[in-house]
């Protein structure tokens, strides 16, 4: 189980009319060995906001995507990754659509159960048009 914070950066027209501020997210996920490394296939759950630049309502980004994550080295720490979802985003006014993320993380091993995390997302959302990125911290703890 993973607990993500950090903040979100508007790309291209978004960026016109949104700040960037929060992200938050939450990420279960079954580890395993993958190609000489780790992988992990997670429910990634993320809340997304963003500042309207007008000073009108704010945006906002509800999100559920499943994940692939993998990790090409074991023995060495801090372990790189990169991890790619695909789900459905829902913004502040109830309308849903498909979108994916794609980014890179790093992985701090603080002992056998506790890690620190630090991870970049681009997400992009079909039909909604929106273009953004997440810079997230986060820590994770392996039952």
Not at 41 to 52: I, K
């Amino acid at each position: 189980m993973a607990w993500y914070g950090g903040l979100t950066l508007p790309h291209g027209a978004f960026d016109s009319v949104a700040d960037s501020s929060t992200s938050l997210g939450i990420k279960a996920a079954h580890h395993f060995g993958w190609s000489g490394g780790r992988a992990s296939l997670g429910l990634y759950l993320g809340r997304d906001n963003f500042d309207n630049a007008s000073g009108g309502g704010d945006f906002h980004l509800t999100h559920l995507s499943p994940e692939l994550e993998i990790w090409p080295w074991t023995r060495i720490c801090p372990k790189p990754s990169l991890h790619v979802g695909v789900g459905q985003y829902r913004d502040e006014a109830s309308n849903t659509a498909w979108g994916f993320n794609v980014g890179a993380g790093v992985m701090w091993c603080l002992n056998d159960r506790w890690s620190l995390l630090g991870r970049y997302d681009y997400r992009r959302i079909n039909g909604l048009s929106r273009d953004y990125s997440t810079v997230q911290i986060g820590l994770r703890w392996r039952f």
